[in-house]
C-alpha cells in the first residue's frame, strides 16, 4: 500500500543519516505521503484524537507521580496537597481525571466506527485485535488509577474488582492474596497499583505502534468499505488529513476544557472525596462510568463465577468479531439489515451502561433494571455471534459504487452521510 | 567439527537441549521470588490474631471490630434471632455449608455448627460476592427479608446465623477460627 | 445548564425514593435537598466574598466544636478566590488558635498534668483539629465520628445544597411511628433520619460584626459558602482559566476551520 518511498533526502546530513538510521524517511512516508482514502469523514478523526489523549495522560500523569505518595495513610492526603497547594496542580490532576473518561469516549467512538465501516474485516484483523488489547490494557490502567486517590470508591472498587478473581475455583482466594498482598486490599496493594498504573501507559503506547504499523500495511478502511484501486482514490495524509484531525481535535479538547474548567467533578463519585475507610461500605459502590456496561452484565447473572465469565467473554468475543461475520461487504452502509442490528447494538451498550449506574434493586418504567441488563446482555452476544454470522449469510447487500473515486468525485450528493 | 558424525550430532543436540533446560530452570528459579514477592509481608502475617472485649455488647446489637484489615462482625442476638436461625431447614439453603473454620469443612451450615455459644455469632464482614461489608438489619432499621444483613453492593440478603438467602452471594458469611477466653473476651485468628 | 441538571437530577431522586417505599415500613431514606441557589454556581459563580468571612465564623464558633478541617491552613485565609481576609486579619486568627507545640527541650510533648503542651498557631499552621483522635471525638460525642468537612460539600450528592438543608432542618417532628434513637436526633435529610449531631446553629449563635442578622438560614448560607470554598479552593481561578482557554480554543479552531475548508477545495473533496 505504502508503495515505494517518494523520500528525496536534501541536505548533506539528511542523506547521511539516512544511510545510517532512515528516521526521517519513515516519518516523510508514513506521515506526510501516505496514501490516504479521500473519503474519510468526522468519525475517522478519532484515531489521532486518541492518540493525544494518550499523550496527555502520559505526561500529566508524570507530573501527578511527582507529588503524589504512594501510600495507604498518605495518598488521600497527597491527592488534597496537589489540588490546594501545587502550582497549577488543581490543573494537571483535572485534566488527568477528566482525561480518562474523554480518552474512553473517543475509544467507544472509535470502536463502534470501526464495527459500522466493517475496520475489522479482513485484511485488517490483526489492527482489530490489537484494537481489542489496547481497550483492554485501557480498562486495567484506569481501574489501576482510580485507586490511586483512595478515597472510599478507589477502596471499595479494588476491593470488588479483585474479589472477582476469588470466583474461580481452588485456586481463586490464593490469586486474590497474592494481587492484595495481604488479607484485604491495603497499603501493599495501593503501591503495587500505583507500580502498575506507571507502567501500563507505555506498554499501550507499545501495542499503539503496532495498531498504527499494522495500519500501515493494508492502508485505511473507508466508509465505503471498498478496497483502495488507483491513485485517484487517495490523498497524501498531509496535509490533507493532518489539518482536517488537528481542526477536529480543538474541537474536541474544547468539549474537554468545558468538562475541566467548569464541571471537573462531573465524572467523579462524590464519595472519592471521603477517604477510604475498609470497615465502611458506600451504599452504592458504582465503577466509572465508562465500565458501566460490564459491571452491568456481572450483576445480571445471579451466580458469581458464571456473572465474572460473561464479563470477561463481553470483551474477549469483540477479538471474534472478524471471523464471526460472514458478510462480503465491509461498510453497514451497504448492508441494509446489518444496519438495524448495529445500532441496537449501541442502544443495548448505552442501557447496560445505565443499567449498571442503578442500585441492584432499582426497577425503570415498573420493570427491573437487573432483567433489563440481562436482556441487553443477551443481545450483546447475540449480535457477536448468530446476528452476525447469519445475517451476513442471508442478507442482499445494496449495490458497491466502482471506486472510491466515483463515489465522491463522479456522483457527489450521493455519497454524503 | 570436521568429521560429523551422527553420534557427534547426538551430543551436540543433548547439550544444546540441555543448556536450553538449565536456561529454564534459571528463568523459573528468578521467577519465583518476582512472584512470591507479590503475597502477604512478614509484617501483615503477624497481624493474624485479635483479641477484642465483647461485654458491652447489648442484644441485639453488633459491633464491628477489625481483623487482617477486614471488618468482623461480633453479634449478640436476641432470642428471636436465634430462634429464627435454628428453625431454618438446612437442605433448602443455598449454601449448605457450615463454612466454619474451626469445625470440619463438611459440617452441614445448621447454626449449632455456625457458633460456639448460640447468642454470639461471628462472622467475617464480608460479603461472599465481591467483598463489601453487608449493612446489619435490626428491628427498627430491617435490611433485607431475612433478618441478618443485607449487602448494598449486590443485593445479597444473609440470615442471622449469617447464612446467604438470596442474591448473588455463593456462600455463608465465613466464621473464623476464634474462642472465648472469658465470658466477655474472645481471641480471633 | 448545571442548575437544570440539579433539578431533574434531584426529581429523579425524589421519584426514586417514592419507588422504593413500602406500604409496612417507614422509609428512612435521607429527604431529597432543598433546592438552594449560590453566588458559586454556574459558570460565572464566584464566592460571595462577605458570606466566605462570615461563614468562617460559624465554622469557628459552631462546627469546630466537633468537626476538624485539616486541609485548611490559616494562610489560606488571606488567598486570592478565598476569604480574603488581609494578613493582619489572618495572623490575629491564627494567633488566637492553640496547636499541638511539639516536644520541649526536655523531649515532653505533655505538661506535669498530662495536657498537650500548645503554642500559639501561626499562619502556617494548619486549623487545629478539636479532638487528637478518632476515638477521643467518638467517646465524646456518644459514638458517633464528627467528620473532617474539608472536603464535605464535594463528598454528597448536591453537597452545598445537602448541608445546607441538614443545618436548617432541626426541630421537625417525626412521623408517627418514627421512634428517634436514644442519643440521637431527628433530621429528615440524614440517611436513616437519626443524625448524632445537635442542633449546630441557633438564632443569633453567633453575632456578625458586619451587622448581618444571624437568622439560621443566613448562617447556614454562610458556612456552606465557606466550606463550599474549603473544598474547592481554586475554583474562581479555574473558572477564569476556563474563559481564557475556551477563547482561545475557539479562535484556533476558526483558523484550523478556515484552513480546513481550503485543503478541502484544493483536494477535490466532498
Known amino acids: 500500500m505504502s508503495g515505494p518511498s517518494t523520500y528525496n533526502p536534501k541536505s548533506g546530513i539528511e542523506k547521511w543519516l539516512d544511510q545510517r538510521l532512515p528516521l526521517p524517511r519513515f516519518m516523510h512516508d508514513t506521515m506526510l505521503t501516505f496514501p490516504t482514502p479521500r473519503n474519510l469523514n468526522f468519525w475517522y478523526t478519532f484515531g489521532g484524537i486518541l492518540t493525544f489523549c494518550l499523550g496527555v495522560q502520559i505526561i500529566t500523569g508524570i507530573v501527578l507521580a511527582m ?27 483535572y485534566v488527568h481525571a477528566n482525561g480518562a473518561s474523554m480518552f474512553f469516549l473517543a475509544v467507544y467512538i472509535h470502536m463502534f466506527r470501526g464495527i459500522y465501516y466493517g475496520s475489522y474485516k479482513a485484511p485488517r484483523e490483526i489492527i482489530w485485535i490489537l484494537g481489542v488489547l489496547i481497550y483492554l490494557l485501557m480498562t486495567a490502567t484506569a481501574f489501576f488509577g482510580y485507586v490511586l486517590p483512595w478515597g472510599q470508591m478507589s477502596f471499595w472498587g479494588a476491593t470488588v474488582i479483585t474479589n472477582l478473581f476469588s470466583a474461580i475455583p481452588v485456586i481463586g482466594p490464593g490469586i486474590a492474596t497474592w494481587l492484595w498482598g495481604d488479607f484485604a486490599v491495603g497499603d501493599a496493594t495501593l503501591n503495587r497499583f500505583f507500580s502498575l498504573h506507571y507502567l501500563l501507559p507505555f506498554i499501550i503506547a507499545g501495542v499503539v505502534g503496532l495498531h498504527i504499523w499494522a495500519l500501515h500495511v493494508p492502508g485505511n478502511n473507508n466508509p465505503l468499505g471498498i478496497d483502495v484501486k488507483s491513485p485517484q482514490d487517495t490523498v497524501p495524509f498531509h496535509p490533507y488529513y493532518t489539518v482536517k484531525d488537528a481542526f477536529f481535535l480543538v474541537l474536541f479538547i474544547i468539549v474537554f476544557a468545558g468538562f475541566v474548567f467548569f464541571e471537573p467533578e462531573f465524572f467523579g463519585s462524590p464519595d472519592n472525596n471521603i477517604p477510604a475507610n475498609p470497615l465502611v461500605t458506600p451504599p452504592d459502590i458504582v465503577p466509572e462510568w465508562y465500565l458501566l ?108 459504487p466502482a471506486s472510491i473515486a466515483q463515489s465522491v468525485l463522479g456522483d457527489k450528493p450521493a455519497a454524503a452521510e | 567439527m570436521a568429521g560429523t558424525t551422527s553420534d557427534a550430532a547426538t551430543r551436540r543436540d543433548f547439550i544444546y537441549v540441555a543448556s536450553g533446560a538449565m536456561g529454564a530452570v534459571a528463568a523459573g528459579a528468578v521467577a519465583w521470588p518476582l512472584i512470591q514477592q507479590m503475597n502477604p509481608s512478614a509484617a501483615a502475617l503477624a497481624l493474624a490474631t485479635t483479641e477484642t472485649d465483647i461485654g458491652a455488647i447489648q442484644p441485639g446489637q453488633q459491633v464491628i471490630i477489625k481483623h487482617r484489615g477486614q471488618p468482623l462482625f461480633v453479634r449478640r442476638r436476641t432470642p ?110 | 445548564m448545571r442548575l437544570a441538571l440539579r433539578i431533574t437530577l434531584a426529581a429523579g431522586l425524589a421519584v426514586g425514593l417514592v419507588g422504593a417505599v413500602s406500604a409496612q415500613e417507614i422509609d428512612t431514606h435521607a429527604r431529597a435537598p432543598k433546592h438552594v441557589e449560590y453566588e458559586f454556581e454556574g459558570p460565572f459563580g464566584k ?18 466544636a466537633c468537626h476538624s478541617l485539616k486541609q485548611i491552613a490559616f494562610r489560606n485565609l488571606m488567598d486570592h478566590g478565598g476569604p480574603e481576609f488581609s494578613e493582619a486579619q489572618a495572623r490575629a486568627l491564627a494567633a488566637a488558635a492553640k496547636v499541638p507545640a511539639g516536644p520541649n527541650d526536655k523531649g515532653e510533648t505533655h505538661n506535669d498534668s498530662g ?59 417525626p412521623p408517627a411511628g418514627f421512634a428517634v ?45 465557606f466550606l463550599a470554598w474549603a473544598a474547592e479552593p481554586k475554583m474562581e481561578q479555574r473558572k477564569q482559566m476556563g474563559f481564557a482557554v475556551l477563547i482561545f480554543l475557539l479562535a484556533f479552531a476558526s483558523v484550523l476551520g478556515l484552513a480546513y475548508k481550503k485543503v478541502k477545495g484544493e483536494y477535490a473533496l466532498k
Not at chain 1, 330 to 353: D, E, H, I, Q, Y
Open chain 1, 293 to 400: 456496561p460490564f459491571y452491568a452484565m456481572l450483576r445480571s447473572v445471579p451466580d458469581k463465577l458464571l456473572g465474572v465469565l460473561v464479563m470477561g467473554a463481553a470483551i474477549v468475543s469483540l477479538a471474534v468479531l472478524p471471523w464471526t461475520d460472514t458478510s462480503r461487504v465491509r461498510s453497514n452502509r451497504f448492508r441494509p439489515t446489518m444496519k438495524w442490528f448495529f445500532w441496537f447494538f449501541v442502544v443495548a451498550c448505552v442501557t447496560l451502561g445505565y443499567c449498571g449506574s442503578q442500585p441492584v434493586d432499582a426497577t425503570i418504567a415498573g420493570i427491573p433494571a437487573v432483567w433489563i441488563a440481562r436482556l441487553a446482555s443477551l443481545y450483546y452476544f447475540a449480535f457477536i455471534y448468530p446476528i452476525m454470522f447469519f445475517v451476513g449469510l442471508f442478507e442482499t447487500p445494496k449495490p458497491l
Open chain 3, 181 to 225: 434513637a436514644k442519643g440521637k436526633y431527628y433530621n429528615p435529610y440524614f440517611a436513616g433520619w437519626n443524625i448524632g449531631m445537635p442542633q449546630p446553629v441557633t438564632n443569633n449563635g453567633v453575632t456578625y460584626s458586619d451587622g448581618t442578622k444571624a437568622s439560621i438560614e443566613q448562617q447556614a448560607h454562610d458556612v456552606v459558602t
Open chain 3, 115 to 173: 495536657e498537650v503542651l500548645t503554642r500559639s498557631a501561626v499562619l502556617a499552621d494548619y486549623f487545629p483539629a478539636p479532638f487528637p483522635n478518632e476515638e477521643a471525638a467518638r467517646t465524646a460525642n456518644a459514638g458517633a465520628l464528627p467528620p473532617d468537612l474539608s472536603l464535605m460539600v464535594k463528598a454528597r450528592h448536591h453537597g452545598a445544597a445537602y448541608v445546607y438543608s441538614l443545618l436548617t432542618s432541626y426541630g421537625e417532628k
Open chain 2, 80 to 189: 428471636e434471632e436465634i430462634k429464627s436461625a435454628q428453625a431454618v431447614d438446612v437442605a433448602a439453603l443455598p449454601d449448605g455449608l457450615a463454612r466454619n473454620a474451626g469445625k470440619d469443612a463438611a459440617l452441614p451450615a445448621s447454626d449449632a455448627n455456625r457458633t460456639i455459644k448460640a447468642e454470639w455469632l461471628v462472622v467475617s464482614g464480608v460479603c461472599t460476592h465481591l467483598g463489601c461489608t453487608p449493612t446489619v438489619s435490626t428491628p427498627s432499621a430491617p435490611e433485607g427479608e431475612y433478618g441478618g444483613w443485607l449487602c448494598h453492593c449486590h443485593g445479597s440478603a444473609y440470615d442471622t446465623s449469617g447464612r446467604i438467602r438470596k442474591g448473588p452471594a455463593p456462600e455463608n458469611l465465613h466464621v473464623p477460627v476464634y474462642s472465648f477466653m472469658s465470658d466477655t473476651r474472645i481471641k480471633v485468628g
Open chain 1, 67 to 93: 507529588h503524589y505518595v504512594a501510600n495507604a495513610g498518605l495518598a488521600f492526603d497527597s491527592v488534597e496537597k496537589i489540588m490546594r497547594d501545587v502550582n497549577y496542580g488543581w490543573l494537571i490532576r
Open chain 3, 47 to 64: 464566592y460571595d466574598r462577605a458570606a466566605l468571612q462570615r461563614g468562617y465564623q460559624v465554622y469557628k464558633e459552631v462546627c469546630a
